[in-house]
């Protein structure tokens, strides 16, 4: 018997209310992930990952407002749950690693009473035993002298190091899913790779879920089991990520995996997606690829075509994914 997945997203809509209009920013977005497996949530800037992430924890801000779906977690509906309910959840069962820590740390509190107070949270300890915890993940985070590290306020310390504070503050209560950010997009490149490798170790270790948004798709190939490309709030396509990477099914993954750059192809001109993600306040009729799609026919200006199922546990939103022989990450 198949066990249940332990997030499930289905339908989801969450849509800004704004003078200029409607933002369409998530507009029917299902997800799905399974114990201790890792999800790669993949798309241009302004795709709706953000978001996504955001009405799962629902702290959509003003003026979002999540207007449709469901949201299943362990059973439970998330959209169903009060406020009061929703708090028990939110850090505890369901963690959140931002894209940029400095944001979110409190710059007039050491980083130790940060932790400290989500532990004290969610579980009946006093803050002495909080802080020895809160030393204890400092060091299951690779940061040397943790004991000297709680004391110390977030100016004082690196990128690097307030990335892996962030890490260890969403692992204080032992979460069952962790939603990652683009963790590593503000980093440099030798600590993005330290920053991965930890996030792939501690899925190990703790047995975590985690659902890693990116745009990076060498991050997606290097650390994920699964993928989910999004365009324009919208899924494109899902599977594992053996299958999307070696056979894509849609033209916008086929684009995004031609335009990452190869050592190999090094004397090749980088191929690039024509043409810009579209406004959301009007999106095209349709399918929302098709004003960039080199496969584009009337049917694809004409319909918006269905999420479907095509085997494998594979999911795609593209009218024309029969007839078309896409260019693999192998290949190119």
Known sequence: MLSRPILRVHGLKTYFYTFAGVVKAVDGIDLQVDKGEMVGFV??????????????????????????????????????????????????????????????????????????????????????????????????????????????????????????????????????VILADEPTTALDVTIQAQILELL????????????????????????CDKVTVLYAGQVCETGTTEQVFEKPKHPYTEALLSSVPSLALRKEKLSVIPGNVPNLIQPPSGCRFHPRCSYAKQICVDKDPELESIGDGRWVHCHRWRELDLKSAVAS
């Open 43 to 176: 798309g241009e800037s302004g795709s709706g990952k953000t978001v996504t992430a955001q009405s799962i924890m629902r702290i959509v801000p003003t003026p979002g407002k999540t207007i449709g779906g469901t949201i299943e977690f362990e059973g439970r509906d998330l959209l169903s749950l009060t406020e009061s309910q929703m708090q028990h959840v939110r850090g505890k069962e369901i963690a959140y690693i931002p894209q940029d820590p400095t944001t979110t740390l409190d710059p007039v509190y050491p980083v130790g009473d940060q932790i400290a107070e989500v532990i004290m949270r969610h579980q009946l300890v006093s803050k002495k035993q909080a802080l020895a915890r809160a030393t204890e993940l400092l060091n299951s985070v690779g940061i040397a002298d943790p004991q000297i590290r709680i004391n110390q306020y977030p100016h004082e310390l690196s990128g690097g190091t307030k990335q892996r504070i962030a890490i260890a503050r969403a692992l204080s209560c032992d979460p069952s």
């Open 200 to 223: 792939k170790d501690l899925r190990q270790k703790f047995n975590v879920a985690m659902v890693f948004i990116t745009h990076d798709m060498g991050i997606v190939a290097d650390t």
